[in-house]
């Protein structure tokens, strides 16, 4: 075992889009796990964006970040936490872990998937999209769908099941070209559109120009104003997140079209994951054999070391990353 442990600290509120100054690098020794622990080793973490939501005050300044991770037993003391075992914890942002039996469980080893699937389309950001479509959106066969920051970890997993679960057309919007082309060429899009080339309402109208019965909205704003506008009648929103704000320093974007929610009968709901676990086991089931079979690929960009954890969270903030960002050792 290492004698040194690094862990990240929010040391200051950003305004904007945050810096590596809003963060520092603490060095410890490994802490010595006491009764009903065990100490974990981490090998992959998860930066995402709720993180930037978080760093306006969720997170304790000078305090050690959370994060989703993965890593190795390597000293317990509880029967529950067995040594060499792997397991997933939120405890992250730390190169050493010491968790409780309520706070880690372990992850199954399915033959022919890596681990870091674990933390993207078998993790939350998987369980974000499957619940997003199942749960909330209630997908049904046929449907055409509209995924807004389509080419990040939720977008990618939600084109990839919306397409096992026999969707219609599928829309994606991205921040380049490039990752337009991604979403088509790899990810089973129809249809994928770069935002920066024009306004979102013509561009999805030019992309599904007979409307969209779903939207699953990453971003909000601009973005959901096109998507209420192309909606059917009794179409259904998924709110995940709000990426269009998160770094905003003026207004709010005001939505122009609400009462279109009315007139055409459409839902509009959003959902936090930790109400809907029970659909893990449902997850693995769903998606594990398309995984080993190949008809569903790995839409991950990974970072080496964790000392470059800023480095890929601030990474993904300016969309850096196509699908799930990962920083691994």
Do not use: C
């Not at 040194?4 to 904007?16: D, E, K, N, S, Y």
């Not at 622990?37 to 000078?62: K, Q």
């Not at 997850?283 to 594990?288: G, K, M, N, S």
């Amino acid at each position: 075992m290492t004698e040194t442990a690094l862990t990240v600290h929010q040391i200051a509120r950003p305004h904007g889009y945050p810096t590596p100054g809003h963060f520092a690098f603490v060095e410890s020794a490994p802490a010595t796990p006491a009764p009903g622990t065990a100490l974990v080793e981490n090998l992959y973490w998860s930066v995402d964006p709720y993180h930037r939501e978080m760093m306006d005050g969720d997170f304790a300044l000078n305090a050690p970040l959370e994060g989703r991770a993965l890593g190795r037993v390597i000293e317990s003391r509880d029967p529950a936490l067995r040594e060499g075992e792997i397991v997933f914890h939120r405890q992250g942002w730390r190169t050493h872990s010491v968790v409780t039996p309520g706070e880690a469980r372990a992850v199954p080893r399915f033959e022919g998937v890596p681990l870091s699937a674990h933390l993207s389309i078998l993790g939350g950001t998987g369980l974000t999209a499957y619940v997003g479509l199942t749960r909330i959106a209630q997908l049904r066969e046929g449907q055409d769908l509209f995924v807004s920051a389509a080419a990040g970890g939720v977008g990618t997993a939600t084109g990839r099941l919306a397409r096992l679960m026999g969707a219609g057309r599928l829309v994606g919007s991205a921040g380049t070209a490039a990752k337009a082309a991604y979403l088509t060429e790899h990810v089973g899009y129809d249809e994928a559109f770069d935002y920066h080339a024009g306004p979102t309402a013509d561009l999805l109208a030019k992309a599904a120009p007979g409307g969209i019965d779903l939207y699953v909205d990453n971003v909000g704003g601009e973005h959901l104003e096109a998507a209420i506008s192309s909606l059917r009648e009794y179409g259904r929103i998924v709110r995940i997140g709000t990426m269009a704000q998160y770094n905003s320093t003026g207004t709010p974007y005001a939505l122009r079209n609400l009462p279109d929610i009315v007139e055409k009968s459409l839902r509009m709901e959003g959902f936090h994951l930790r109400n809907h676990y029970e659909a893990q086991e449902e997850l693995y089931e769903f998606v594990v054999p398309h995984l080993q079979s190949g008809r569903v690929g790995l839409d991950e960009t990974v970072v080496g070391g964790f000392e470059r954890i800023v480095e890929a969270f601030l990474g993904m903030l300016r969309g850096e990353n196509l699908g799930k960002i990962i920083v691994t050792v």
